[in-house]
Antibody, heavy 122, light 107 residues
């Protein structure tokens, strides 16, 4: 069974940094692109970032470009999101999701993890 | 970026009814449109891929259609467990974008 388990969410003050992790199991992690998608409480879905199978190509939403960095460690079956200079508008549940292909620009997301909550507040 | 506009935002229906949710893209995206269901307190679940392709394990009551800029998700013979928020998602042009969601209530 494919499983994605996020961790690392926390309550942090504005301007701080946080690193999220996503542990993958049940599939050949190094063959698939991965994504981060976020959802502010009570709101809709927003794609945050994607990374191709080997980490060589990444993409970001304009809202996080220059502040967030996505990476992966295929040896550890893990996906990461380094978030710097956090703002109140970054408060959301962050989901990792598996792409259907090795590249991140053309597929759908299946499955999704259960999410981890990041709250940015003083 | 591609803007996806769903309608309606909210719909309340009775069991066994049929509903259609629409998703309109601001540019032609071919068939790169997917549908998800999000139950309360849960993460999204894939329902339909590439506009109309079915997903293993998803009831046949769920079906998608359309291409280009106009897409639909039809749910037939609604059941109480179909109460959820439904999102469309386009992967035709980066960045990936989602519709604002359609909340479905089963009376």
């Amino acid at each position: 069974e494919v499983q994605l388990v996020e961790s690392g969410g926390a309550l942090v003050p504005p301007g701080s940094s946080l690193r999220l992790s996503c542990a993958a199991s049940g599939f050949s992690f190094d063959e698939y692109a991965m994504h981060w998608v976020r959802q502010a409480p009570g709101e809709g879905l927003e794609w945050v970032s994607g990374i191709n199978w080997n980490g060589g190509t990444t993409g970001y939403a304009d809202s996080v470009k220059g502040r967030f960095t996505v990476s992966r460690d295929n040896a550890k079956n893990s996906l990461y999101l380094q978030m710097n200079n956090l703002r109140s508008e970054d408060t959301a549940f962050y989901y990792c999701a598996k792409d259907i292909s090795s590249d991140f620009w053309s597929g759908w997301f299946d499955p999704w993890g259960q999410g981890t909550l990041v709250t940015v507040s003083s | 970026e591609i803007v996806l506009t769903q309608s309606p935002d909210f719909q309340s229906v009775t069991p066994k009814a049929t509903i259609t949710i629409t998703c309109r893209a601001s540019q032609n995206i071919g068939n790169a449109l997917h549908w998800y269901q999000q139950n309360p307190g849960q993460s999204p679940k894939l329902l339909v891929k590439f506009a109309s392709q079915s997903i293993s394990g998803v009831p046949s009551r769920f079906s998608g259609g359309g291409s280009g800029t106009d897409f639909t998700l039809t749910i037939r013979s609604l059941e109480p467990e179909d109460a959820a928020v439904y999102y469309c998602h386009q992967s035709g042009i980066l960045p990936h974008t989602f519709g604002q969601g359609t909340k479905l209530e089963i009376k």
